[in-house]
Structures are given as C-alpha cells and as structure tokens.
C-alpha cells in the first residue's frame, strides 16, 4: 500500500439493492478511526456550494443519503431555516432514519426541496435503483446532487463497485425518465482535484421541467473542471479525453529526464562534498599529529619544571633550616646575656649584703670597745671602791654585782660577736666562692656568646648565599614558567585550530549524510509519481522532505524570500547555492 491510499476518505453508503450486507458495514472502523478520517476537501466544498445555490429560500427540506458520518457530512452546511434528514442502513452518528438495504425510503414522497449523495453511490450494488427511489422523495422543482468519484483507489466500505465517466449524467437521466420519473440534467462535469487524489463526478437533476428557484450560478462555474454537460446543451464542454490521472501519468514520463539530471546534480555535489571532506579528514589527520607532537614537548617542560620545583623546594628548606637554627642560636644569645645580666645583679647585691656585714662588724668592734672602757671605768670604780671600803659595805656588794652583772654581760657580748665574726667569716667565704664561680660562669658565657656571635655571623653569611640560590632558583623557575606559558599557548591555538577543524569536519559529515538521505529518499518513490506533473510531484516530493524532517521548502522560502521572488526550487537552490553560502533551513 503507497502512501496515499492511507489517506483515502472513506464515506459510508446506502446498501439498497437488497443484499444483506448490513452485518458487513458494522465493524469496518471503529470510533477513533472515524474521528482521525475527513471528507476529502473537493467533496465538501462542492456539497457546501450545492446546498448554497440549489436550497430554495425560505422554510426547506433536506435528505442525505448515505448520512453516517463516519468522514464528514454536509450537515453542518444546511442552513437553520431548513429542516435536515439523515438517511443510513444502520443506526450512527448523523443518521435520523435506518432503511432497510434495498427497501423504500421510510419518508413521504414530494416532499424534499433538496437530495443529497456525496460519496456514497459507489459503493451501492444497484445505485441506479436507489438513484430512482432519490428521485421519488423530490418535489416538482426540487434538485438531486450526486458527488461520486471518477478515479482514485479501491475503498471498500464493504466494497468498491463503480467509477462515473462524464456521460453518467445524462444516462442516469435517460434511465429515470425510462422508468416514469420526470428527470432533467441541469449540469455535470469532473471536478478537478485540489489537495487530495479524488477527480469528483458531480450531476445536479431537477425534478419536472421547471423549477420556482433557479440557482444564481452553476457549480461548475464556482470550481475547476472539465467535461461540463449542461440542459440543452448539445455539446460537451471543455472537453478532456484524458482523465486527470493519464495527463499526470503523461508529464511524469515527461519529467522522468529532469529527475535524473537533477539526481546527477546530486550525485555531483555529493561527490564534492566527499572530496572535501577527505581533505579536511587529512588536514585533521595532520593537526592531530603536531598536536601530539606539541603535548610531547609539553611533557617534557612539564618534568623540567617539575624538576626545578623541586630544586626551588629543596633550597627553600635548607633555607628555613638555616633561618630556623639562626633564630635558635639568637634566643640562646639572649638568654646568656639575660643570664649575665641577672649574675652581675647578684654579685651587685652580694657586696651590699659583704657591705652590710662589714657595717655590722664594725658596729659590733664599737660596741666591744666601750664595754672595754666601761669595764676599765669599772675597774677603776672598783679600786676607788676598795680604797673606800671602809665607806660603805653595802656600796661595795652593789659594785660587786654590777662587776659580775658586766662581767656576764662582757662575756655575752664577745660570744655574740665571735659567733657574729664566725658568720661573717663563713659568708664571706660563700661570697668569694660564688664569686669564683660566677667569675667561671661569666667567662663561660662570654665564651659561648663570642661563639653564637661567630655561628650568627656564618648563619648571616649561608642565609646570603641561600637568598642568592633562591633568587636563581625562582629566576629559573620563572622562565621554566615563562616557556610553559608559551607552550600553554601553543597547545590552546592548536586545540582551538584542531575543535576548528573538527567542527568543520563534522558539519561536512553532516551535509553528507543530509544529502545521501535526500538522495535516498528521492530514489523511492511509489511507482505512480513518475506519471505526475512535474510541479505535482515537486510538491509531494517537498512535502515528503518535510515530513521526515529533512527539509521544509515552506520555511526556506519564508527565511529567504530572495529564492521566492527569483522562482529558484527551494532544494535545489539549497543544494547548489544555499549549503555554501550556509542558509538557515
């Protein structure tokens, strides 16, 4: 099945020749199939016009046979002044009445203004016979329309009986006035198609001579058509032997040789595209190859700084060591000095303490000697007692105890002052060997300051030799940096070039793909189309691009209305001219 027969409408039909094929009907579609299906658009403008021109004005009455609306109706063409029935071999959407399959209408005859059959005779078995019972349900004056197909695919609903060639007009006239029904042919013609595959056959009868409403123009004045038979005329009109189908069938023959030079085309660019392509693949190949080259030399300025880092790192250590050790030799400095200096306030305060007992000794020398004195003054009061002896007895007792009160007190005082002259003695003798041994101890620190000065002084020299390392170091590290920048550099140019390229690349593959799918597509075709007119089939062919999304010719005409006014094929500049100057589609 070709894409198109998808695409038929199907319109369910009367079944009224007698056969009982009502249980074949149900079941053909199911409720969402009829909703997805439309009446194709020929059938319903055609029928909107005929209800336009051939209603009576005023109050009216309409029948449609065939009314299930299992595609569309003309139902919602019927003005509100008309009373409109639906007519069916079985209960549905937009049937009013169900007939019986080759039984009579089941409504009055003469009293319909207006008949209706769109898309329905050809699928009745005897059409000719409900064509006459249409007939019957008329009003003198009253028309019958009939819209049938004169080609197009089989779709059987439940089957596909007859096509109508320009002439079944005025046969199916001459068969009704044949069987006592006053039937006049107003006008027939085919219709041409528009969107759709379907070529209408439309007839419009009048019943009796003469009508009270005369339309205000004819159908086939309102579409395109040709093979237009009118009342009274004696000649057809815009007459075509070939049916729209052959004349297709004929200008697809006739423009099978520019498919294949624009396919040529085609296969020409593609083949360019391949070339390019090939030498932008070698091109990639060889950025690839310097790019390789250029992350080897990276490498190797990558280890060198690495390398370098270390060094600056080791020396930076050393460096921090020898400050470290500088510091330390310099807290030790001060110690000392703060320990000589906390040992020469010691000393200091030693010989005021040798001072002090030096003030007390002298002190208690003083106190010795006026004991002396007093002891002589008492040794004088003594004799001078004794040689007054006679005075006094009781004087005398009295000198004797102040003598033996002095005596004591003498003797206390020398044991004090021994004992005082012990102590000093001892403490001086403390003092002298503290003094010593501070002596010995500031000798020491001196000793150990002059060395820290020295150790100071050959740190201060390392640490300048260290800081001149360290300036190399960070010198030479800053020019490893310097040429690692620089290969950074060159590595981002050629990354940059190398996506460039790639990018390039891609889009090229891109094309070639685009156009191999194009190409593909263009080959396959249903066998049908090559019969097509060549703008027809340009159509479809743009419309099937669109579909699969390859190519919409609608929207490239509306991004570049330049292709539009040169009246370019919207692919076909695209391919040739739009890919290189690299257009929007």
Known sequence: M??????????????????????????????????????????????????????????ARILEVGSYDVNGSLRAFSPERAEYVGLDVEEGHGVDLVVEPGGPFPVEDGSFDLVLATSALEHDPAFWNTFLEMGRKLRDGGYLYINVPSNGAVHRYPQDAWRFYPDSGRALAAWAQSQGLDIHLVESFTAAREQDIWNDFVAVFRKSPRSDHAPAALLHEQVSS????????????????????M????????????????????????DAER???????????????????????????????VQRQEEIAQITAEHDHTRAERDHARAELELSRAAVVRL??????????VFRLAGERQEAEARCERLGRDLERVERLYQSEAKGHARSVEALEQARQREQALTEAQAAERARLEAMIQ?????????QDRLVDLDGRMDELSRQARELEDQVEFLGGENHRLGQAHAGAVAAGQHAQALLGQRYQ???????????QEGVAAQQAERAEWLRQVTALSLVMPFWWRFLPTAMRRKRELRRLARRGLFDAQRYYDLHPDVREAGMDPLQHYILHGLAEGRAV
Do not use: C
């Open 275 to 305: 070339a390019v392509l090939a030498g932008l693949e070698h091109e990639l190949a060889a950025a690839r190859t310097e790019v390789a080259t250029l992350l080897g030399r990276l490498g190797e300025v990558q280890s060198e700084v």
């Open 423 to 431: 102590t000093l003695d001892r403490g001086k003798a403390e003092l």
């Open 344 to 353: 020469r306030e010691e000393l200091s305060e030693a010989n005021g303490w």
């Open 226 to 245: 040709a093979n237009v038979w009118l009342e009274h005329g004696e000649h057809i009109l815009r007459e075509a032997s070939f049916t729209e189908d």
């Open 247 to 270: 004349t297709l069938l004929q200008n697809a023959v006739a423009g099978r040789a520019e498919v294949e030079a624009q396919l040529g085309e085609a296969r020409q660019t593609l």
């Open 2 to 59: 070709d894409e198109f027969s998808r695409d038929i409408p199907i319109r369910s039909a009367p079944l009224l020749d007698g056969s009982d094929l009502d249980g074949q009907v149900r079941g053909q579609l199911t409720s969402d199939e009829r909703d997805k299906r439309h009446m194709h658009d020929t059938a319903s403008r055609i029928g909107s016009l005929a209800i336009e021109h051939y209603l009576a004005p005023g109050p």
């Open 490 to 500: 060159e590595i981002a140019t050629l990354s940059t070039l190398l996506v460039s």
